[in-house]
């Protein structure tokens, strides 16, 4: 089907909740996709920083392929024989990243394991300080999801503002605000929940020392940390988790989904043993999340994550990409950790134009704010690639300025 068919198609049969882009992809093989017309484009996005192997990576698929033909789906009310050996997997990189064991609940999306999470905090704050501690703090400009609890979570008024009214127990800060965070944190408080690199709000890091202070403070009020790494995790700043690039951390509770299946549906949301332990049979489940398809898909990600070493890869070709696109004329300011990047475009230069452009050149890369693109590459991108990408964007900016 070509586009025209499929836009049709599209505008009469599914809800109208996006602003897409002018193109359908029907193909992929690593850092490339093919469109509906058999034109080829570099992806510099992987499908918002999920496709983090690439495209169609070929012991990815055999292992889904594999899977399916084997058993897909049993429900959790039967143990199957991937879910817990993915737990398993998850829990030895947690662990090693904040010193401390703990256990994994298996969701479908980055939403729902938010979704987890939230619950568990107020479980485990009501539970050791009182009914009324159930309340969660998070940051301005963040993005947890768009269930309604995640979108209380969210700090963006102009996205909830359709929705009131909210579950209530949500508010929100100024990110990187230690003073606003303090104010802010009463006896109700049971979690502070904050995303190491603001994905959506910009690729915005936390500045340094922020998540130190904000640990430090968590511990005096009794409050738990939850780091949402739905799309800092798993290799995508240079390291497994964004929190390791600052000091002494340890969230409560961690977050993940995005490139946990390299584009399969899985979340996780991981807690500290005692955390965990706040959780009772009953208290949460899901029909699909930890399924043996996407288990099976998680850990064969894992395996190839581990074994190409996917963060070092990430953090090398993250630095080649800051420094070609900081050599753009019109791009005043880089900013990021490893493979997510955001640059800053001149004054005057709309960035959603320059992606738009970018994609008629071939380049798939997103406006994430009004003045900035960003850039999250599959982890596994070449040297050559990287260049290849800025090159395109180079031509395009200059076209556009
Ligand atoms: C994408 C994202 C989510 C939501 O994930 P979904 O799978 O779209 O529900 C939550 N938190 C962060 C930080 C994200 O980037």
């Known amino acids: 089907m070509n586009y025209d068919d499929l836009w049709k198609l599209d505008h009469e049969h599914v809800m109208q909740t996006y ?6 992809f029907v193909r992929g093989d690593g850092a490339r996709l093919w469109d509906s017309e058999g034109k080829e484009y570099l992806d510099f996005l992987s499908g918002l920083a999920t496709v983090s192997l690439g495209h169609a990576h070929p012991e990815v698929a055999d292992a889904i392929a594999d899977q399916a033909r084997t058993l897909l789906h049993v429900s959790n009310l039967y143990l199957n024989d991937q879910q817990p050996k993915l737990a398993e997997r998850l829990d030895l ?8 064991a703990g256990q994994v609940f298996f969701a479908n999306s980055g939403a729902e394991s938010n979704e987890c999470a939230i619950k568990l905090a107020r479980r485990h704050g009501q539970a050791n300080g009182g009914p009324e501690r159930f309340h969660v703090v998070s940051a301005y400009n963040s993005f947890h999801g768009r269930t309604l609890t995640t979108l209380a979570a969210t700090g963006q008024p102009q996205k909830q503002e359709t929705f009131q009214p909210l579950p209530t127990g949500f508010r929100q800060v100024e990110f990187a605000d230690i003073d606003a965070l303090r104010a802010a944190m009463d006896e109700r408080v049971c979690a502070v929940l904050l995303e190491p690199v603001q994905g959506e709000g910009g690729v915005q890091a936390a500045p340094p ?11 005096e009020r009794e409050a738990l940390l939850v780091l949402d790494e739905v799309q800092t995790g798993l290799g995508r700043t240079g390291k497994w988790f964004g929190f390791e690039h600052s ?16 584009g399969m549906p899985i979340g996780a949301c991981w807690a500290r043993r005692d955390v965990a332990a706040a959780f009772k049979p009953g208290d949460h489940a899901t029909t699909f999340g930890g399924q043996p398809l996407a288990a099976r898909a998680a850990l064969t990600v894992l395996d190839v994550m581990e074994r190409e070493n996917a963060p070092g890869r990430a953090e090398q070709r993250g630095k080649q990409l800051m420094q070609e696109l900081a050599a ?6 880089v900013r990021g950790l490893g493979l997510l990047v955001a640059a ?5 230069i709309a960035a959603a134009s320059v992606a738009s452009a970018c994609l008629g050149a071939g380049l798939v890369v997103n406006a994430v704010t009004p003045t900035s693109l960003r850039f999250a590459p599959p982890l596994l991108v070449t040297e050559a690639e990287i260049d290849r990408g800025v090159a395109i964007l180079r031509e395009v900016v200059r076209g556009v300025a």
């Open 19 to 24: 602003g897409r882009q002018p193109v359908a």
């Open 93 to 100: 990189l947690l662990t090693s990243a904040t010193g401390t």
């Open 209 to 219: 020392g922020y998540l130190e202070a904000v640990r430090a403070l968590c511990d």
């Open 247 to 262: 000091g002494d951390v340890r969230p409560d509770i961690v977050t993940m989904a995005k490139a946990l299946g390299n």
């Open 328 to 333: 753009i004329p019109e791009v005043v300011d």
């Open 344 to 348: 800053e475009l001149a004054e005057g």
